[in-house]
Structure formats: structure tokens, C-alpha cells
């Protein structure tokens, strides 16, 4: 059995190392991407086990990503972990309204994430 994939969305190539750094070291095999469109192409084409994506709160493109994922009947049953340095409770409460599993304040706490994705792995959410 191959190790479970963890699409990651954040435009910030920082965030992307480092949270790449952590899965890769306990297993998962991380793909990453840097917007919308190539997030989009990704979770179609390689079938993620978890989606984790930085949630741009203060923009459009970073609500539309978990309701074009959530919209996909590609990706729509994939477990999507949503990140933010935003952590106010409409903030929160939108981005699960818009289909998040979970909520994690950035600065990550790499345990807490890889927690998070462990617990989602399987697949499909639910």
C-alpha cells in the first residue's frame, strides 16, 4: 500500500516546505500547489486521501477554493483541513459552512496537523 496523499494549497512556498517537511517525515506523500487553478487540476488528477489548503480569507480565490472543491464530484467527498492566520469565529464558522472537516490556526502546530491529516486519511469524509 502506497503512502496516503496530502494535496497541499497555500501560495506561500514557505508554509508549502514546511508542512511538506512534516507529512514526508511522518509518511504521507505531500503534492503541492500555489493557486486555485493548478489546486483544482491536482485534486482531479491525483485523487488526494486529505486536502489541506491555506484559506485566504481576506480574498476570493480563498473562499472559492473549498466550494469549488466541495462543488467537484471529483474532490467533493476528499476530507479538506483548512488553515488561516484569520481565526475570528465568522471566519471559522464560514469556512466550515463552505465545506471544511477542520479548522487550524495558523502558525500550524505541526502536531495538531499531522493529527489532523492522520485522522482523515482513509478517504472519503463522513
Avoid: N, Q
Avoid at 5 to 29: K, N, P, Q, Y
Avoid at 61 to 80: F, H, K, M, S
Avoid at 107 to 124: H, I, M, Q, T, Y
Amino acid at each position: 500500500m502506497s503512502d496516503p496523499l496530502v494535496l497541499l494549497i497555500d501560495a506561500d512556498a514557505d508554509s508549502r516546505e514546511i508542512c511538506t517537511l512534516l507529512l514526508s517525515h511522518r509518511g504521507f506523500r505531500p503534492v503541492c500547489a500555489g493557486c486555485e487553478v493548478e489546486a483544482l487540476d491536482l485534486a482531479r488528477r491525483e485523487r488526494p486521501a486529505v486536502i489541506v489548503t491555506e484559506l485566504y480569507t481576506r480574498t476570493r480565490e480563498g473562499w472559492r477554493i473549498p466550494e469549488l472543491l466541495r462543488g467537484d464530484p471529483a474532490t467533493a467527498g476528499v476530507p479538506l483541513i483548512v488553515l488561516s492566520a484569520h481565526v475570528l469565529p465568522d471566519d471559522r464558522e464560514r469556512a466550515f459552512r463552505s465545506g471544511a472537516d477542520a479548522f487550524l490556526a495558523k502558525p500550524v502546530d505541526g502536531a495538531r496537523l499531522l493529527a489532523e491529516v492522520g485522522r482523515f486519511r482513509g478517504g472519503d469524509r463522513g
